[in-house]
């Protein structure tokens, strides 16, 4: 049993670690009419992150019998699962910050993604394509949307003339 658990998180690592490569960042948005330029050095922390496997009880219950063996056989395209926190400081009055960059593998999958202010900035959630021009969602604080394949960027704008944004984004996507 001890051997399967290694085994398992093993491989969970290895699927979490390809889920979060970063995408491709535009070097300029425009949201709301508003041009931003994206620093790809300023970047949020993530403070947790998991995976979890969408099984069903017989599918559970063969890998608990027969091991990683039995696991190896299931195809386990788009049946996982990530979760993040992902905190953001000091993103500046009239600016933006980059939270989160994917690639959705899957399509007609969900992301959602909620935003906690935990300042007096007036902040915004935007969830963009690939090119950081186009609003899939946003302003908002909450994003839940069925996407495409693609690439797509999680953004937060302070529009705030001069408080300061602090929070953290809690987002789960499928791949």
Aim: a negative charge.
């Amino acid at each position: 049993m001890m051997n399967l658990i290694k085994s398992v998180l093993v491989f969970s690592l290895c699927i979490l670690s390809f889920a979060s490569q970063a995408a491709q960042v535009p070097s300029e948005v425009v949201l709301g009419g508003v041009s931003y330029a994206v620093n790809p050095e300023v970047s949020a922390v993530v403070a947790n992150q998991s995976l979890s496997i969408d099984l069903t009880k017989e599918e559970s219950q063969q890998v608990e019998k027969q091991g990683l063996a039995a696991a190896s056989a299931l195809d386990f395209k788009c049946r996982f699962y990530t979760k993040k926190t992902v905190y953001f400081t000091n993103v500046r009055p009239n600016d933006l910050q980059l939270v989160y960059s994917f690639n959705q593998t899957c399509a007609n999958k969900f992301i959602t993604a909620k935003m906690t202010n935990l300042s007096n900035g007036s902040l915004a959630l935007y969830l963009t394509d690939s090119t950081g021009n186009q609003i899939v969602a946003g302003p908002t604080s909450w994003v839940s949307e069925q996407l495409p394949v693609g690439t797509y960027h999680l953004f937060v704008v302070n529009s705030s003339s001069s408080q300061r944004g602090d929070g953290y984004v809690d987002t789960e996507i499928a791949f």
